[in-house]
C-alpha cells in the first residue's frame, strides 16, 4: 500500500449529529453551520467503531485483489499532508484516516468506514490546483464523520463482514471499472448482489458531505472554489453515451444539483471564499506532484508526447523537464533523463525528490559511483527518511559490495516504512551475501508471505526457525507460519 504512517487521532471522541435539510442550513447562516461541526453525539443506527475498523480491513483485502495502489512515496506523502492539514482543524477523530491513490485512469474518489480515502490517479492527473485537491478530499472526510456508509450498513447487519465488503467494492470500484456488471461479479452467489444499491450515497448525504466538507477545507485554509471547479471538472468529462459518464457522477449522485447548492453557499459567505486562486495551497508542490503522477503512472507512448509538446512551448520549465526525465527513465532513454532531471535540478537544487530520482535513473543505467554520490546527498539534505532514496541507496551499496552499509540503510526503511516490501527482498540477499543465512531466510521469508507466496515463504521461514536465535524474530515466524498454516498434501518442503 501507501507508505507514509497514518495519521495519529483519539480514538475515544463522538461523532458530530447534523441536519438532514438542505434549505435548513441555508438559512441558518455560515455562524451557526460552524458551531455545530464543534458538536460530538453519539450517531443513530451505525455499526460500531470496531466493526468499521473490521470492514475496512476486510476491503482492503479485496481492493488487493482487484486494483493497484500508486505506491510512490512522493505521491502518498504529499496527498495524506492535504488530508492531516484538513484534519488539523476538525474535532477529534475516533479513527486514524489514511488517503490513497488508487492506479485508474477514472475519475473518482471515495471513502469506506473507518477513515480510508480513495482518490484514482486520473482525477488527480486531472486537478489544477491543491484547492481542487482539498475539496474533494474534504468531501471524502465528511462522509465518514457522518458515517454515511456506516449507517446504511448497519441496516443489513445479517450479512458478514468479508461479504459486506465486497458490497461496498461493488459500488466504488465496480462503477470505476468501467463494467456496469462489475458490482454483481464481486457479490455473487450471496444476498449482497441485490442490496448494493441500498448502500449508495443519498442526495442528502452528498448535500451533508458538501456542506461539512466547505467548512473544514475553508478552516483549512483553502478555497472552496476548488470543490466548485473539481466537480465542473468531473461534469465536463460527460459526453454523451452512459458508458461515458464520470464514475465520480455515478457514486456521488446529484452532481448538478451540487454545482449550483455549492456555487450558492460561495456567494452567500464572500468573507469565507476569497475569490481566484487560493494562496494557502503550495501551488509548487500540487504541480510537481502532479507532474510526477503523469510521468510515472500515465500511458507511456501517450506521456511522453505531452510533455514533448509541452516543452516545445516553455523549454525553461522545471517541472516539465523534471516529468520529461521521468518518462525518459520509463522508456529507457537513461541518459536523456539525466540530462533533463538535471536541467530541473539547476532550478531546485535541494529538491529531495529530484535528487532521489536522478540517483534512481543512475542505479538503472549502472553508474553505481554517480547514484551513491547522489543519493548519500539527497539523504543528507532531508530532514526525514525518504523511502526511495533508502531503498536505492541500499541497492546502490549492495552493488558496489558494500554490504554492512547495505544493511543499515534497508534495516532504516523497514524500521520507519514496514510496508515497503521490495526492501525486505533485498535484506535478505544482502545478508546472503554477508552469509548470515538466518536472517537471509528470515527476510525473504517475510518479503514472500507478503506477496501471499505461502509456499516458498514457508520454505524460508522454516530455514530461518533453525538458525536464529532473536526472540523477536522466532515470535515473528511462529505467526508467520500459523498464519501459512499446515502445507497441502504433496507440496515440497
Not at 301 to 325: C, I, M, R, S, W
Request: net charge neutral; hydrophobic share 40%.
Amino acid at each position: 500500500m501507501g507508505f507514509e504512517k497514518p495519521i495519529r487521532m483519539c480514538n475515544d471522541a463522538m461523532i458530530m449529529n447534523s441536519y438532514k435539510h438542505h434549505n435548513l442550513l441555508k438559512t441558518i447562516g455560515l455562524a451557526l453551520c460552524l458551531a455545530i461541526t464543534l458538536v460530538w453525539c453519539s450517531p443513530v443506527m451505525a455499526i460500531s467503531i470496531k466493526e468499521e475498523e473490521k470492514l475496512a480491513r476486510e476491503f482492503m483485502k479485496v481492493m488487493g485483489q482487484r486494483y493497484e495502489l500508486v505506491s510512490d512515496p512522493a505521491i502518498v506523502r504529499y496527498v495524506n499532508k492535504i488530508g492531516e492539514k484538513i484534519l488539523a482543524v476538525m474535532p477529534v477523530q475516533p479513527f486514524n484516516y489514511r488517503f490513497y491513490v488508487i492506479k485508474e485512469d477514472v475519475y473518482n474518489a471515495f471513502a469506506i468506514p473507518a477513515g480510508q480515502i480513495f482518490i484514482h490517479s486520473g482525477l488527480l492527473a486531472a486537478m489544477e490546483t491543491e484547492d481542487e485537491l482539498a475539496g474533494i478530499i474534504g468531501h471524502e472526510i465528511a462522509h465518514v464523520v457522518h458515517r454515511h456508509i456506516s449507517k446504511r450498513i448497519d441496516r443489513a447487519k445479517k450479512i458478514d463482514l468479508a461479504t459486506m465488503a465486497g458490497m461496498v467494492a461493488g459500488i466504488f470500484l465496480g462503477a470505476a471499472s468501467g463494467d456496469p456488471g462489475a458490482a454483481q461479479v464481486m457479490t455473487i452467489g450471496s444476498a449482497a448482489a441485490g442490496q448494493t444499491a441500498s448502500l449508495a450515497y443519498s442526495r442528502e448525504d452528498e448535500t451533508q458531505a458538501d456542506q461539512y466538507g466547505l467548512q473544514y477545507i475553508v478552516k483549512a485554509g483553502y478555497d472552496p472554489h476548488g470543490l466548485l471547479s473539481a466537480l465542473r471538472r468531473i461534469r465536463s468529462k460527460q459526453w454523451f453515451g452512459s458508458e461515458q459518464i464520470p464514475t465520480y457522477m455515478m457514486t456521488h449522485p446529484a452532481v448538478e444539483d451540487r454545482i449550483t447548492s455549492i456555487d450558492t453557499w460561495i456567494t452567500m459567505n464572500p468573507k469565507q471564499s476569497p475569490a481566484g486562486t487560493s494562496t494557502s495551497g503550495d501551488g509548487k508542490s500540487f504541480n510537481h506532484i502532479n507532474t510526477r503522477l503523469k510521468a510515472l503512472y500515465g500511458d507511456s507512448e501517450t506521456t511522453l508526447k505531452e510533455f514533448e509538446k509541452a516543452l516545445t512551448l516553455q523549454p525553461d520549465d522545471a517541472d516539465l523537464a523534471y516529468g520529461y526525465g521521468l518518462i525518459l527513465a520509463r522508456v529507457d532513454r537513461r541518459a536523456e533523463a539525466v540530462v533533463f532531471l538535471k536541467k530541473a535540478l539547476a532550478k531546485n537544487m535541494l529538491d529531495t525528490d529530484i535528487l532521489v530520482d536522478l540517483g534512481r535513473v543512475y542505479f538503472q543505467d549502472g553508474r553505481y559511483q554517480d547514484a551513491l554520490t547522489t543519493l548519500q546527498g539527497a539523504l543528507a539534505s532531508s530532514i526525514a527518511t525518504d523511502p526511495e532514496g533508502l531503498f536505492y541507496l541500499g541497492r546502490t551499496q549492495l552493488a558496489l559490495g558494500q554490504f554492512d552499509r547495505a544493511v543499515d540503510s534497508l534495516e532504516a526503511l523497514i524500521a520507519d516504512y514496514p510496508t515497503y516490501q521490495q526492501a525486505y527482498y533485498f535484506l535478505g540477499e544482502t545478508y546472503g551475501k554477508l552469509e548470515r543465512t538466518g536472517e537471509a531466510h528470515y527476510y525473504l521469508g517475510l518479503f514472500y508471505f507478503n506477496n501471499r507466496e505461502f509456499q516458498i515463504a514457508r520454505f524460508h521461514l522454516q530455514r530461518a526457525k533453525k538458525s536464529l536465535n532473536d526472540p523477536a524474530k522466532l515470535k515473528a515466524i511462529e505467526e508467520h507460519l500459523q498464519a501459512i498454516g499446515p502445507p497441502t498434501r504433496g507440496a515440497k518442503q
